[in-house]
């Protein structure tokens, strides 16, 4: 198995697209409740990543491909030296999310990184422990109008 990752394209915009819409679906996938985005929303945030980069907070953004060179998934790291991952489900426990992310590490090395996950995905908690991240707090979260909102 031999995983790659390069810099996104423009006209991969539908791509990572479903990429989203497959991870928003995925059961305790690390999101802040959101709905799934339009499609404009998400064009949007792309086309600012490639024409407004000085702004976006991601810092490089990859498609991870498998040795075929079918793009089977996405990752990135932000300014503030977040990372995040996504795999197809098709292409998950391979190795390609533990290759994408080591290659994402080599080309952007960094003094800490940070890594968000759902503390209910304990795979994911796995995978991402095997490169020495630990655990330093809780993220709380707020969203206005939500029915279980509490005075």
């Known amino acids: 198995m031999k995983t790659k990752i390069r810099l996104i394209q423009e006209d991969e915009i539908m791509i990572l697209f479903e990429h989203l819409k497959e991870f928003l679906n995925t059961p305790n996938a690390s999101t802040s409740g959101n709905p799934l985005p339009q499609f404009e929303d998400s064009e949007k ?26 793009i089977i998934g996405n990752v990135y790291i932000t300014k503030k ?28 090395p960094r003094k800490k990184y940070f890594v968000t996950v759902n503390v209910n995905n304990d795979a994911s908690i796995g995978f991402i422990k095997k490169f ?20």
């Open 81 to 108: 030296n977040m990372i995040a991952y996504h795999i197809l489900k098709d292409f998950q426990r391979q190795g390609y999310g533990k290759e994408s992310i080591k290659l994402l590490m080599k080309q952007n």
């Open 132 to 151: 020495g991240f630990v655990e330093k707090g809780y993220i709380f979260e707020k969203v206005i109008g939500d029915e279980n909102e509490k005075p």
């Open 45 to 70: 945030f792309v086309k600012e990543y490639f024409y407004d980069n000085k702004h976006h907070e991601y810092d490089k953004w990859y498609m991870v491909l498998n040795e075929d060179d079918k």
